[in-house]
T-cell receptor
Framework: QKEVEQDPGPLSVPEGAIVSLNCTYS??????FMWYRQYSRKGPELLMY????GNKEDGRFTAQVDKSSKYISLFIRDSQPSDSATYLC???????????FGKGTTLSVSS | KAGVTQTPRYLIKTRGQQVTLSCSPI?????VSWYQQTPGQGLQFLFE???????NKGNFPGRFSGRQFSNSRSEMNVSTLELGDSALYLC?????????????FGPGTRLTVT
């Protein structure tokens, strides 16, 4: 079992839709959870991070972690064509250890 | 502030050759991590250098190596290239060690091995 599993999609939605992106992880020791966005021909950029369980909101984006079920989610409200990208979840155990990424979900938002 | 730069952006090599990729981190950042990204395996951690010392290493063969210079610039080298080494190689810099989520990625070097 891979440490972080992510459905690769692709996921296609119309503009204005609510998007839900999800990952599961296997190691209960993971403490930090991140979402990166990667546009075509670019490197990933950090969108959001959360520590342990709970929700974090930033504009149209909400990150959610449920440690009891080892489930990570990213919600995008009022999705825009500019949100079309690959979204990567990542986790980290102890400070000083490497990030572990999911394979990414490709999202396409049509106008 | 300038972002992470990687050179070259694109590279085509023949199986058996070796290649050196370069990464210049954001000014003031001391940690540089390298990742390999492929459609099949996703983003996989290669190694991290902090203040010229390798601090973490991923599960890659010894053909993959790296180093960091005193100005924090880093290079990675792949010897005896194999077809499976074709990938996007990304470097990421951060202020502290890789024990922080705040990693800033470069645009990557697209390596094609024929």
């Amino acid at each position: 079992q891979k440490e972080v599993e992510q459905d690769p999609g692709p996921l296609s939605v119309p503009e204005g839709a609510i998007v839900s992106l999800n990952c599961t992880y296997s190691n209960s020791a993971f403490q930090y959870f991140m979402w990166y966005r990667q546009y075509s021909r670019k490197g990933p950029e950090l969108l959001m991070y959360t520590y342990s369980s709970g929700n974090k909101e930033d504009g149209r984006f909400t990150a959610q972690v449920d440690k009891s079920s080892k489930y990570i989610s990213l919600f995008i409200r009022d999705s825009q064509p500019s949100d079309s990208a690959t979204y990567l979840c990542a986790t980290q155990g102890q400070a000083g250890t490497a990030l572990i990424f999911g394979k990414g979900t490709t999202l396409s938002v049509s106008s | 502030k300038a972002g992470v730069t990687q050179t070259p952006r694109y590279l085509i090599k023949t199986r058996g050759q070796q290649v050196t990729l370069s990464c210049s981190p954001i000014s003031g950042h001391r940690s540089v991590s390298w990742y390999q990204q492929t459609p099949g395996q996703g983003l996989q951690f290669l190694f991290e250098y902090f203040s010229e010392t390798q601090r973490n290493k991923g599960n890659f063969p010894g053909r993959f190596s790296g180093r960091q210079f005193s100005n924090s610039r880093s290079e990675m080298n792949v010897s005896t290239l194999e077809l499976g080494d074709s990938a996007l190689y990304l470097c990421a810099s951060s202020l502290l060690s890789s024990g922080t989520y705040e990693q800033y990625f470069g645009p990557g070097t697209r390596l094609t091995v024929t």
